[in-house]
Structure formats: C-alpha cells, structure tokens
C-alpha cells in the first residue's frame, strides 16, 4: 500500500494505443518492463497524459488490470471523475486489482479554499482506507491550492500520503509545506511533475522525487540518487544533457504526441498513436526530436 515514504520515480505512464485506435495491451507489457528496467520505483497510469479521458470505464479497469499483473514496483490510478459514485467504482475496482493507491485532481468547478477542503473531505470519505494522492496541477484544473489549504487537507484526510505538485511556479510552495512538516505538521511524500523542468531545484526544496511523464526516466531516476548521495554537481550536469529534451517535451498540446515518439523510438511501445482526438507529429518535429536526441547522446558521452 502507499505510504508517506514513497520516493524516487513515479512515471507517469502513457496509455499505448494500436494504429487503429484500439489500446495495445502487448505493448502495455513492454511499457512496464521498460520503465522498471530505466529506474522507476513506481508508476501512475490513467492520468491526464496518459489520455484517460479518452478511455471507456471497461477499457480503465481492462489497463489497471494489465499494468498491476505485470509490475513490480507500486501502481497509483488516477480516479478523477466527475461525479464521486464513478471515481469510487474505479477506484474499487483499481484497488481490488492490486493497485498500491489512487490519485484524484480537483475539478475546475472548484472556486474557494472552503469548497476545496470540502471536496478533498468527500474523496477521502468516498475512498474509505484507500491511500490516494492529491494532484496539485493548476496550470490544467485552473484550481489553485494554497500550502494552508493542502495542510487542512492533511489535517482532516489521514489517507493523504502523497501530493503530486505540479504547480509553477511552486518551488516556495514545497518550502513552505516541508517548513511545516518540520515544525509539526504531518509529513506526506511529495513527487513532482512539470515534466521534469525544474527536478534539480524540486529537490533541493525537499521533493522526494518525480512524479512525470518525461521519455526519459532514467534521468530522472540519476537526478534522485545523485542528489541523495550529495554529488549536486554530478546531478546536474546530467540534468543538463537532457534539458533541450525536457524543454521540447514540455510544449502545450504537443507534448504527449512527442513522448510517444520518443519512446516507440526507444521500443518502449509499438506505436506512437494518440487516440483521437489528438494529433500524430509532423516529419519536421520528427526530426527535430531525432537531432536532439542525438546531441544528448554526444552530451552523455562526454560526460562520461
């Protein structure tokens, strides 16, 4: 079960896709396998890059399935719904499969920091004993949490074990609730995302790891253990070899269309399909992809 302690690299995991639109559940297996052998110490499945709007409540339950038998690292389920009754299904469902916790965002309906609470009150009603993670992502709910605000949830929801803070900016935010938790408060993990753009900053500010989608985890997995070992000149000069990637990777409404490339490149997936709606990349971003790539490999060499 998920707890506090979780660290490391969470990946947010795509959801593969055949040619025609249907889920590919033989490269589901191959996805897991290449993400465990690149470092993860765990994965997040169904969530907002891994399109799973786009998927039916059987097709959901059909990718848990698939995912929690084949890894063996921890498995968190992105339940967010818009209505409680499906989110608590799913998550049921998700749990009963084997799955280690669930993570829920709030919808964007939500306006003031009393409504916020009391939605966060409500999930972990509705969840019961089930371990979940709050997702803090702004820059797409439009719902902005403040520290105080995440601390009352942590106050009131004992079943919050981990925020996923993908605000930005945000480094002052996980600061203020690592000050807190060092004066008292309740300590929770803390993974982020923003597709690994400021991992190196996250972490001197007290993250305990990624919680993203970056196609390359393996950086993200050296960033972690460097900066764990105290080598912060070693981990970002790493970190640096990978940035143009990480800053193409990170365009809005690309973004997905790229990770994909980039890992049925690496023979992470058999294809690179978004299900629709959603657009495949142009020959040209292709080989824009293909020359950085190829700069960050001469960067790595280098490095040694």
Same mark, same amino acid.
């Given at each position: 079960?998920?707890?506090?302690?979780?660290?490391?690299?969470?990946?947010?995991?795509?959801?593969?896709?055949?040619?025609?639109?249907?889920?590919?559940?033989? @490269?589901?297996?191959?996805?897991? &396998?290449?993400?465990?052998?690149?470092?993860?110490?765990?994965?997040?499945?169904?969530?907002? /890059?891994?399109?799973?709007?786009?998927?039916?409540?059987?097709?959901?339950?059909?990718?848990?399935?698939?995912?929690?038998?084949? +890894?063996?690292?921890?498995?968190?389920?992105?339940?967010?719904?818009?209505? !409680?009754?499906?989110?608590?299904?799913?998550?049921? +469902? @998700?749990? &009963?499969?084997?799955?280690?916790?669930?993570?829920?965002?709030?919808?964007?309906?939500?306006?003031?920091?009393?409504?916020?609470?009391?939605?966060?009150?409500?999930?972990?009603? /509705?969840?019961?004993?089930?371990?979940?993670?709050?997702?803090? !992502?702004?820059?797409?709910?439009?719902?902005?949490?403040?520290?105080?605000?995440?601390?009352?949830?942590?106050?009131?929801?004992?079943?919050?074990?981990?925020?996923?803070?993908?605000?930005?900016?945000?480094?002052?935010?996980?600061?203020?609730?690592?000050?807190?938790?060092?004066?008292?408060?309740?300590?929770?993990?803390?993974?982020?995302?923003?597709?690994?753009?400021?991992?190196?900053?996250?972490?001197?500010?007290?993250?305990?790891?990624?919680?993203?989608?970056?196609?390359?985890?393996? /950086?993200?997995?050296?960033?972690?253990?460097?900066?764990? +070992?105290?080598?912060? &000149?070693? /981990?970002?000069?790493? !970190?640096?070899?990978?940035?143009?990637?990480?800053?193409?990777?990170?365009?809005?409404?690309?973004?997905?269309?790229?990770?994909?490339?980039?890992?049925?490149?690496?023979?992470?997936?058999?294809?690179?399909?978004?299900?629709?709606?959603?657009?495949?990349?142009?020959? $040209?971003?292709?080989?824009?992809?293909?020359?950085?790539?190829?700069?960050?490999?001469? $960067?790595?060499?280098?490095?040694?």
């Amino acid at each position: 079960m998920l707890d506090e302690t979780a660290k490391g690299v969470f990946t947010i995991a795509v959801t593969p896709f055949l040619p025609d639109g249907a889920v590919d559940f033989d @490269s589901v297996d191959r996805m897991v &396998d290449f993400y465990a052998e690149h470092g993860c110490t765990g994965l997040t499945i169904l969530g907002i /890059m891994g399109e799973a709007g786009k998927l039916s409540a059987d097709e959901s339950i059909a990718v848990v399935r698939r995912v929690v038998a084949r +890894a063996q690292v921890p498995v968190i389920v992105g339940v967010s719904q818009p209505g !409680f009754a499906a989110m608590q299904s799913l998550a049921a +469902a @998700s749990m &009963d499969a084997g799955a280690a916790g669930v993570m829920v965002a709030p919808p964007s309906t939500l306006r003031t920091d009393d409504q916020i609470v009391g939605y966060y009150r409500t999930v972990a009603q /509705m969840l019961g004993e089930t371990p979940w993670v709050l997702q803090d !992502f702004p820059l797409v709910t439009g719902v902005q949490i403040a520290p105080s605000v995440i601390l009352r949830i942590l106050e009131d929801c004992p079943t919050c074990v981990m925020l996923k803070h993908e605000d930005w900016p945000g480094l002052d935010k996980i600061s203020t609730l690592r000050d807190a938790s060092n004066a008292g408060s309740r300590r929770i993990s803390i993974l982020c995302g923003n597709g690994g753009q400021f991992l190196t900053e996250e972490m001197g500010r007290g993250a305990d790891g990624a919680m993203t989608g970056f196609a390359y985890p393996e /950086m993200m997995a050296e960033v972690v253990r460097l900066h764990g +070992a105290g080598d912060h &000149d070693r /981990m970002q000069d790493i !970190f640096d070899a990978y940035l143009p990637l990480v800053r193409y990777e990170s365009q809005p409404g690309a973004g997905l269309a790229i990770r994909k490339y980039i890992l049925a490149k690496r023979g992470a997936i058999a294809h690179a399909t978004l299900r629709k709606p959603g657009a495949d990349l142009g020959p $040209r971003a292709m080989a824009e992809v293909d020359r950085l790539i190829a700069r960050q490999e001469a $960067r790595l060499a280098a490095l040694g």
